[in-house]
Nanobody, 121 residues
Framework: QVQLVESGGGLVQPGGSLTLSCAAS????????MGWYRQAPGKERGLVAV???????NYADSVKGRFTISRDNAKNTVYLQMNSLKPEDTAAYYC???????????????WGKGTLVTVSS
């Protein structure tokens, strides 16, 4: 069984910063790409940022220059450093990872349960 557990969400004022963390645990053989998605009320879930096992990154245009994704492969953990936060960044943030379980020939996509980020004065 593989689990992704997010932490670090909360309430922050516009212009502030937050760091989200997501740790993968369980019967893991290998973790491929890890990423963050977000879903605001009434909107579809969309990509925020993704990082490969080799460290290559990709960002949504709306967060480029403000958010930084990173990972610690030894800890199977991905981070999202969010700076200069705006009210429109308010959303539930979900961690995603493509993971090979021990004994599996194929990777599967796993999702965390989400952590809420609210940007408001």
């Amino acid at each position: 069984q593989v689990q992704l557990v997010e932490s670090g969400g909360g309430l922050v004022q516009p212009g502030g910063s937050l760091t989200l963390s997501c740790a993968a645990s369980g019967s893991i053989s290998r973790v491929n790409a890890m990423g963050w998605y977000r879903q605001a009320p009434g909107k579809e879930r969309g990509l925020v940022a993704v990082i490969t096992s080799g460290g290559s990154t990709n960002y949504a245009d709306s967060v480029k220059g403000r958010f930084t994704i990173s990972r610690d492969n030894a800890k199977n953990t991905v981070y999202l450093q969010m700076n200069s936060l705006k009210p429109e960044d308010t959303a539930a943030y979900y961690c995603n990872a493509n993971i090979y379980s021990r004994g599996s020939l194929y990777g599967m996509d796993y999702w965390g349960k989400g952590t809420l980020v609210t940007v408001s004065s």
